[in-house]
C-alpha cells in the first residue's frame, strides 16, 4: 500500500472569499498572464473542413473567439480514436492530425498563429502577439508501439503525448476500459511502455497521464526523469470518475514538479453531471464556473498554487460549464477566481507559468 503523501499549506495561503473586482482589475489581471489550454480538440473538425477563422459556428473555438478569451497559446489535440487501431491505421490518423494543425489552423492564418515548440516560443509568439499553436498527441495507439514513429512524431513538432485513451493499448492502461471484460491488461505499464517514457524523456516529449488508469499512472511517475503532467483532468475527491485524478496523485504529481491542468468538462467537473451521465439521462445538468473554481482551489489546498493548470477539452466535450460556455469566456475565469481571493500572480502561475516551468524541465532534461 502506498503512503499518503499530503503537503500542508497554512491556513494563511489560501485565498480570501468574495472580494469585489472591477472590469479593468479582471481584464489587466487577464492580460498580465500567458493563458495556454494544454488540451483543445478542434483539429477534429479542421480535418473534416471547419474553418477556424469562420464566426458564429456551433463549434467552442475560432479565431475571433480566441482573442476574445484573451488565449495566448493552444496545443491543439492530435486525437487519434480507437477505431483506428484495427486495420493499423492510427499512424496514418496521427499524419492527418498533425496535417490539419499544420496547414489548415497555422498555415491557413499565419498573422493569427505562430507554430511553437517550446517554452520559449510561447514566449515569443506572446510577444510578437500572435497565439502560439503547439500540438500533443492524444492516445499512446499513435505510436504503433514503435519508438521509431515517436521519434518521428516529435520531429514533426509534436510535444507532448498522452499515453492512452479510453483504451487500453498494447503497452499501458487506460482508465477508460478498466470495467470491461475481455480487454488486456498489464497491470500499469508493461517493460515497453517504460522504455516508451525514458525515450520521451530522451526527446524532450512531456509526458501526459490523462486518461490512464491509476496504476500507469504511477509506474510513469516512477520512471520519469522529467516532471510529468495531466493535460486534461480534474479532482476525483469532488468528482468522483476514473478519469480525474486522486488527491494522493495529485500531491505526489506534485511533488516531482508536475501540474494538473483543470479540465471543463461538465462530468469532470461536476458530480451531479457525472451521475446524469452514468444514467444517461438527457439533458446532462450543466456544470458552473463555481465548480470549476472549486477544482482549482482543491487542488491548491492539497498541492499549491504550482500545481495548477489550464486544459479545457474544448471541442473534444460536448458539455461546457456555465459561464465556460467556449474559448471566449476565459475572462470570467479570472473574475471568479480574483473574488475568490487569488491574487495576480497566482491566475498568473495558473494561466501559464506554472505549465512553461514544466515544459523548460522537460526541455533541460532531454538527452540525459
Same mark, same amino acid.
Given at each position: 500500500?502506498?503512503?499518503?503523501?499530503?503537503?500542508?499549506?497554512?491556513?494563511?495561503?489560501?485565498?480570501?472569499?468574495?472580494?469585489?473586482?472591477?472590469?479593468?482589475?479582471?481584464?489587466?489581471?487577464?492580460?498580465?498572464?500567458?493563458?495556454?489550454?494544454?488540451?483543445? $480538440?478542434?483539429? @477534429?473538425?479542421?480535418?473534416?473542413?471547419?474553418?477556424?477563422?469562420?464566426?458564429?459556428?456551433?463549434?467552442?473555438?475560432?479565431?475571433?473567439?480566441?482573442?476574445?478569451?484573451?488565449?495566448?497559446?493552444?496545443?491543439?489535440?492530435?486525437?487519434?480514436?480507437?477505431?483506428?487501431? #484495427?486495420?493499423?491505421?492510427?499512424?496514418?490518423?496521427?499524419?492527418?492530425?498533425?496535417?490539419?494543425?499544420?496547414?489548415?489552423?497555422?498555415?491557413?492564418?499565419?498573422? $493569427?498563429?505562430?507554430?511553437?515548440?517550446?517554452?520559449?516560443?510561447?514566449?515569443?509568439?506572446?510577444?510578437?502577439?500572435?497565439?502560439?499553436?503547439?500540438?500533443?498527441?492524444?492516445?499512446?495507439?499513435?505510436?504503433? $508501439?514503435?519508438?521509431?514513429?515517436?521519434?518521428?512524431?516529435?520531429?514533426?513538432?509534436?510535444?507532448?503525448?498522452?499515453?492512452?485513451?479510453?483504451?487500453?493499448?498494447?503497452?499501458?492502461?487506460?482508465?477508460?476500459?478498466?470495467?470491461?471484460?475481455?480487454?488486456?491488461?498489464?497491470?500499469?505499464?508493461?517493460?515497453?511502455?517504460? $522504455?516508451?517514457?525514458?525515450?520521451?524523456?530522451?526527446?524532450?516529449?512531456?509526458?501526459?497521464? @490523462?486518461?490512464?488508469?491509476?496504476?500507469?499512472?504511477?509506474?510513469?511517475?516512477?520512471?520519469?526523469?522529467?516532471?510529468?503532467?495531466?493535460?486534461?483532468?480534474?479532482?476525483?475527491?469532488?468528482?468522483?470518475?476514473?478519469?480525474?485524478?486522486?488527491?494522493?496523485?495529485?500531491?505526489?504529481?506534485?511533488?516531482?514538479?508536475?501540474?494538473?491542468?483543470?479540465?471543463?468538462?461538465?462530468?469532470?467537473?461536476?458530480?451531479?453531471?457525472?451521475?446524469? #451521465?452514468?444514467?444517461?439521462?438527457?439533458?446532462?445538468?450543466?456544470?458552473?464556473?463555481?465548480?470549476?473554481?472549486?477544482?482549482?482551489?482543491?487542488?491548491?489546498?492539497?498541492?499549491?498554487?504550482?500545481?495548477?493548470?489550464?486544459? @479545457?477539452?474544448?471541442?473534444?466535450? #460536448?458539455?461546457?460549464?456555465?459561464?465556460?460556455?467556449?474559448?471566449?469566456?476565459?475572462?470570467?475565469?479570472?473574475?471568479?477566481?480574483?473574488?475568490?481571493?487569488?491574487?495576480? #500572480?497566482?491566475?498568473?502561475?495558473?494561466?501559464?507559468?506554472?505549465?512553461?516551468?514544466?515544459?523548460?524541465?522537460?526541455?533541460?532534461?532531454?538527452?540525459?
Amino acid at each position: 500500500m502506498r503512503r499518503r503523501l499530503f503537503l500542508v499549506f497554512p491556513a494563511l495561503l489560501l485565498p480570501a472569499q468574495n472580494r469585489t473586482v472591477s472590469d479593468a482589475e479582471v481584464m489587466r489581471v487577464h492580460h498580465g498572464a500567458i493563458l495556454i489550454d494544454t488540451h483543445n $480538440d478542434v483539429p @477534429s473538425f479542421t480535418v473534416d473542413g471547419y474553418d477556424i477563422g469562420s464566426k458564429g459556428s456551433m463549434h467552442h473555438t475560432d479565431i475571433a473567439r480566441l482573442k476574445e478569451g484573451g488565449v495566448g497559446a493552444t496545443f491543439f489535440a492530435v486525437y487519434v480514436s480507437s477505431r483506428y487501431v #484495427e486495420g493499423n491505421h492510427s499512424a496514418n490518423r496521427t499524419l492527418q492530425m498533425i496535417d490539419t494543425v499544420k496547414r489548415d489552423i497555422i498555415g491557413k492564418y499565419p498573422n $493569427d498563429f505562430m507554430f511553437a515548440t517550446s517554452a520559449k516560443d510561447i514566449e515569443e509568439a506572446h510577444r510578437r502577439g500572435k497565439i502560439a499553436a503547439l500540438m500533443g498527441i492524444e492516445g499512446g495507439h499513435a505510436i504503433e $508501439d514503435s519508438l521509431r514513429l515517436l521519434r518521428d512524431y516529435y520531429d514533426l513538432g509534436v510535444r507532448y503525448m498522452t499515453l492512452t485513451h479510453t483504451n487500453t493499448n498494447n503497452w499501458a492502461d487506460s482508465s477508460g476500459d478498466i470495467t470491461k471484460e475481455g480487454v488486456k491488461h498489464h497491470d500499469g505499464l508493461t517493460p515497453f511502455g517504460k $522504455d516508451v517514457i525514458r525515450e520521451m524523456n530522451r526527446l524532450g516529449m512531456m509526458v501526459d497521464i @490523462s486518461h490512464v488508469a491509476d496504476k500507469t499512472f504511477w509506474d510513469a511517475l516512477e520512471v520519469s526523469k522529467a516532471p510529468i503532467f495531466a493535460s486534461h483532468s480534474s479532482c476525483r475527491a469532488l468528482t468522483n470518475v476514473p478519469r480525474n485524478m486522486t488527491d494522493e496523485m495529485i500531491v505526489a504529481l506534485a511533488k516531482k514538479g508536475g501540474v494538473v491542468d483543470v479540465n471543463f468538462n461538465c462530468g469532470f467537473v461536476s458530480q451531479k453531471s457525472a451521475d446524469a #451521465e452514468a444514467k444517461k439521462q438527457t439533458p446532462t445538468p450543466r456544470a458552473t464556473l463555481a465548480d470549476v473554481v472549486e477544482h482549482i482551489d482543491h487542488i491548491r489546498k492539497i498541492a499549491g498554487i504550482d500545481a495548477i493548470g489550464i486544459g @479545457s477539452d474544448f471541442d473534444g466535450v #460536448e458539455c461546457t460549464p456555465v459561464g465556460l460556455d467556449d474559448v471566449s469566456k476565459y475572462p470570467n475565469l479570472t473574475r471568479a477566481l480574483l473574488e475568490k481571493g487569488y491574487t495576480a #500572480e497566482d491566475i498568473r502561475k495558473i494561466y501559464g507559468a506554472n505549465f512553461l516551468r514544466v515544459m523548460r524541465a522537460v526541455e533541460a532534461a532531454a538527452g540525459k
